[in-house]
């Protein structure tokens, strides 16, 4: 797992999509949660939305000057979007009675690149999932979760449509090591809610799986295991709905490789489908 000995501190990653608000919602409970010192709400304008084709249909070139003053105006209208953008951001940390300090940071360029996730200065990374029912656009950055979450050293924090408190979590553990790397993870914290354990087929010992149980019901928490084999997404969305819960905690690529729905590219389908935040414990990268 990633060594976070420095500040808890979390980078929110919003396009201004309506998962704007829900995912600075979320930031504010994770910093609650995590005791953040800081919170960096940070959009980027996507320069691809900007390419244009230089040649018609017809295959004449487009006149420079027209190509210029097209330009002049979206860069206008992209500025105006970003005003428009912090307010919302503003208003939803005002509405939160939060704390916590806060900034926004508007910049240009391709997401991955200008979000620079290897800074160490956060320990935590909030982005939202585009929804099921939302046409592709790969200027959303949920269009791109995955790769975000595979280059990121930070935990990540999917956050859902809307922003619901959460009593109930589902700890989808599959190896032994996935069960301590979510251990180590929670007991550095303080957290108020119950746990779900659920356990694919037989790959961790019972005993493993009570000494799990014991810790975090020595912390003071409740805690409940479900064993059983997730097939496919709508299994552990089945099992969410059954046991209440709110939200997912996983370690990003722990699942075996016959578990092809949480292989990379398909996470996205999964998280989806469960429509609850979904917390990515990264594993140690070389």
């Given at each position: 797992m990633t060594d976070r000995k420095g500040p808890e501190n979390i980078l929110v990653c919003v396009d201004g999509s309506e998962y704007t608000e829900s995912?600075?919602?979320h930031a504010v409970w994770l910093s609650q949660l995590i005791g953040s010192e800081k919170v960096r709400v940070h959009y980027v304008t996507d320069v691809s939305k900007f390419r244009i084709p230089l040649?018609?249909?017809?295959g004449s070139s487009v006149g420079l000057q027209s190509c210029n003053g097209l330009f002049s105006?979206?860069?206008e209208q992209e500025k105006a979007n970003v005003r428009l953008i912090e307010d919302r951001v503003r208003k939803t940390f005002e509405e939160s009675d939060s704390k916590v300090n806060y900034e926004f940071v508007a910049?240009?360029?391709f997401p991955l690149d200008a979000l620079k996730l290897e800074d160490v200065d956060y320990s935590h990374l909030v982005i939202g999932k585009r929804g099921e029912n939302r046409a592709a656009d790969a200027s959303h950055l949920g269009s791109?979760?995955?790769d975000f979450i595979e280059h990121a050293r930070q935990t990540c924090l999917v956050s859902s449509a809307s922003y619901s408190p959460i009593a109930r979590c589902l700890m989808l553990v599959f190896e032994e090591s996935d069960l301590q790397l979510q251990l180590d993870y929670w007991k550095e914290f303080s957290v108020n809610f119950e746990f779900v354990i659920?356990?694919?087929?037989?790959?961790v010992s019972q005993s493993k799986i009570s000494e799990a149980a014991e810790e975090l019901e020595f912390r003071g928490l409740k805690v409940s295991v479900s064993e059983g084999i997730f097939e496919n997404a709508e299994s552990v969305r089945d099992l969410l709905q059954r046991k209440q819960c709110e939200a997912v905690s996983v370690v990003w690529n722990s699942a075996p490789k016959w578990l092809s729905f949480f292989k990379k590219g398909d996470l996205l389908p999964v998280m989806n489908i469960c429509r609850v935040p979904f917390l990515i414990i990264?594993?140690?990268?070389?």
């Open positions: 995912s600075v919602a040649v018609n249909e017809m105006e979206l860069y910049d240009q360029g791109h979760m995955c659920a356990i694919a087929e037989k790959k990264p594993k140690e990268k070389n």
